[in-house]
Nanobody, 123 residues
Framework: QVQLVESRGGLVQAGGSLRLSCAAS????????MGWFRQAPGKGREFVAA????????VYVDSVKGRFTVSRDNAKNTVYLQMSSLKLEDTAVYFC????????????????WGQGTQVTVSS
């Protein structure tokens, strides 16, 4: 079992920045590839970014390329999502998740999930 806990999100103005973190605990959390997803009201869960187990490879959805950066610190068992130049359409509940395969963009490829954290971008 792997337990994932996201940091508190928040309210940020458009154009601003916010960093989310996801702390992993339990069975060898650092050996999993990690992903970030988001879900806006009334919409399905959308892949945002993923990082492989040692942080060397990353993938992003096109809409966040150049604005978001995913990284990890295995010494701290923590994965990060640095979000910059935030837009109104980035408003969503953000989830981190763990997978045994990389890269994976479908939510059903992830076996462990955090509880989600709300990010709201205001104009």
């Amino acid at each position: 079992q792997v337990q994932l806990v996201e940091s508190r999100g928040g309210l940020v103005q458009a154009g601003g920045s916010l960093r989310l973190s996801c702390a992993a605990s339990g069975r060898t959390g650092s050996s999993y590839h990690m992903g970030w997803f988001r879900q806006a009201p009334g919409k399905g869960r959308e892949f945002v970014a993923a990082v492989d187990w040692n942080g060397e490879r990353t993938v992003y959805v096109d809409s966040v390329k150049g604005r978001f950066t995913v990284s990890r610190d295995n010494a701290k068992n923590t994965v990060y999502l640095q979000m910059s130049s935030l837009k109104l359409e980035d408003t969503a509940v953000y989830f981190c998740a763990a997978s045994v395969n990389f890269p994976r963009r479908n939510s059903y490829d992830y076996g462990y999930w955090g509880q989600g954290t709300q990010v709201t971008v205001s104009s």
